[in-house]
């Protein structure tokens, strides 16, 4: 049974940055495509960022595009996602999650994935 741990988050002023990391275990990461998700409260949850098994594309939702980097460790099990020029609009519990689509076409949680994990909070103030 797969398991991820998502952490780096916390409370950060508009216009700064903050690096989110995701653990993943029990699966084999560097198969599949991964991608971060939020929700927002009262929100439904969105992808928002998505990268290829090599990280060879890289997909970003408009609303975090020019200020979000997803990034991948393939010998560490890692995804990360890089946030500047963070905004209150950013404010979020953030997940990850492999996706769906093979090549990021769409930023899609796999349809047998069900272990998602506690999500790291992300807060901006204005």
């Known amino acids: 049974q797969g398991q991820v741990e998502e952490s780096g988050g916390g409370l950060v002023e508009a216009g700064g940055s903050l690096r989110l990391s995701c653990r993943i275990s029990?699966?084999?990461?560097?198969?599949?495509?991964w991608g971060w998700f939020r929700q927002a409260a009262g929100e439904q949850r969105e992808g928002i960022a998505c990268?290829?098994?090599?990280?060879?594309?890289?997909q970003l939702q408009s609303v975090v595009k020019d200020r979000f980097t997803i990034s991948r460790d393939n010998a560490k099990n890692t995804l990360f996602l890089q946030m500047n020029s963070l905004k209150p609009e950013d404010t979020a519990t953030y997940y990850c999650?492999?996706?769906?689509?093979?090549?990021?076409?769409?930023?899609?949680?796999?349809?047998?994935?069900?272990?998602w994990g506690q999500g790291t909070q992300v807060t901006v103030s204005s």
């Open positions: 990268i290829t098994s090599g990280g060879e594309i890289k």
């Open positions: 029990g699966v084999t990461f560097e198969d599949s495509s």
């Open positions: 999650a492999p996706v769906s689509s093979p090549y990021c076409t769409y930023v899609h949680p796999a349809r047998n994935f069900d272990y």
